[in-house]
Nanobody, 114 residues
Framework: QVQLVESGGGLVQPGGSLRLSCAAS????????MYWVRQAPRKGLEWVST????????YYADSVKGRFTISRDNAKNTLYLQMNSLKSEDTAVYYC???????WGKGTLVTVSS
């Protein structure tokens, strides 16, 4: 069955970095546009970033542009999100997803706090 499993979240101080990973299985990962979406406490879902199948084109929300980098390794069926210069407002549960097929992981919590 389809599985998306995020990892790499945790507690980090403002200005710090984290790298999220998302291991995919049960579908043709290399053929899917992949997404990172987050949900801050008491807020709705917020799109963060998208990467096309060949990783040649990426898109970012203005709130993370220049600080976050999405990437993928199709040989390993893995999606990544490198997050630098983290801010308190980046605190959220981060989900990876194939939105087109409505496949979602269970999320990983990122807390940015001193």
């Amino acid at each position: 069955q389809v599985q998306l499993v995020e990892s790499g979240g945790g507690l980090v101080q403002p200005g710090g970095s984290l790298r999220l990973s998302c291991a995919a299985s049960g579908f043709t990962f290399s053929s899917s546009w992949m997404y990172w979406v987050r949900q801050a406490p008491r807020k709705g879902l917020e799109w963060v970033s998208t990467i096309r199948t060949g990783a040649d084109t990426t898109y970012y929300a203005d709130s993370v542009k220049g600080r976050f980098t999405i990437s993928r390794d199709n040989a390993k069926n893995t999606l990544y999100l490198q997050m630098n210069s983290l801010k308190s407002e980046d605190t959220a549960v981060y989900y990876c997803a194939d939105i087109g097929m409505n496949y979602w992981g269970k999320g990983t919590l990122v807390t940015v706090s001193s």
